[in-house]
């Protein structure tokens, strides 16, 4: 059953570091995810993207986040001044489609520690 | 943004069906309702959705009121694997997906 994939599984990076989560969503599907979890609270929408251009993004998505697609596989988030605050889990989602009754395929997460 | 109400936690002996309640009492006509579960330490997994209808697959099954305000997520037989957060979430016209805190079902052996 095809899976939506994410490396590194945890990344620790000292404050101020930039850091690159990679994804490999499902080969065929077009919308990507990026969500993230603080530990012990809910899950947070960050961005969607589609065609090559963000479709929506949350406030938590500010000037420090950004994601590309740089090739037809990868989909990667990239924090260019990590903070404490930004340690959490990261989980990459694709779907085929973007619309309400598609569901989305999440990947197993990166945790990413700031020191 | 419709919201929607889950109790914190249920518990469930082993083998036994479970019945996992949610309230949306503001929904609107458009919004399709979507179950999706989160295993310890893994990302969400999606379990079914539905509209109007009851649906089943072979994870669950989704019972919805007939005025649509509340829905039931059926685990037919509960195994130990099952034990999980469970997120009730209305999905609107857009793709991103609002989590809340879901209820977290503990499964006795």
């Known amino acids: 059953e095809p899976e939506v994939t994410q490396t590194p599984s945890h990344q620790v990076t000292q404050m101020g570091q930039e850091v690159i989560l990679r994804c490999v969503p499902i080969?065929?599907?077009?919308?990507f995810y990026w969500y993230r979890q603080i530990l012990g609270q809910k899950v947070e929408f960050l961005v969607s993207?589609?065609?090559?251009?963000?479709?929506?993004k949350s406030e938590i998505f500010d000037d420090q986040f950004s994601v590309e697609r740089p090739d037809g596989s990868n989909f990667t988030l990239k924090i260019r001044s990590t903070k404490l605050e930004d340690s959490a889990m990261y989980f990459c989602?694709?779907?085929?489609?973007?619309?309400?009754?598609?569901?989305?395929?999440f990947g197993p997460g990166t945790r990413l520690t700031v020191l | 943004d419709a919201k929607t109400t889950q109790p914190n936690s249920m518990e469930s002996n082993e083998e036994e069906p479970v019945h996992l309640p949610c309230n949306h009492s503001?929904?609107?006509?458009?919004?399709?309702i979507h179950w999706y579960r989160q295993l310890p330490s893994q990302g969400p997994e999606y379990v079914i959705h539905?509209?109007?209808s009851n649906v089943n697959n072979r994870m669950a099954s989704l019972a919805i009121a007939e005025d649509r305000k509340s829905s039931t997520l059926i685990l037919h037989r509960a195994t130990l694997r099952d034990a999980a957060v469970y997120y009730c979430?209305?999905?609107?016209?857009?793709?991103?997906?609002?989590f809340g805190k879901g209820t977290r079902l503990h499964i006795l052996p």
């Open positions: 503001t929904i609107s006509g458009t919004d399709y």
């Open positions: 979430i209305l999905r609107v016209r857009d793709d991103k997906i609002i």
């Open positions: 993207f589609y065609n090559n251009e963000i479709s929506e």
């Open positions: 989602a694709s779907s085929v489609v973007g619309d309400s009754y598609n569901e989305q395929f």
């Open positions: 080969s065929n599907h077009l919308y």
């Open positions: 539905g509209l109007t």
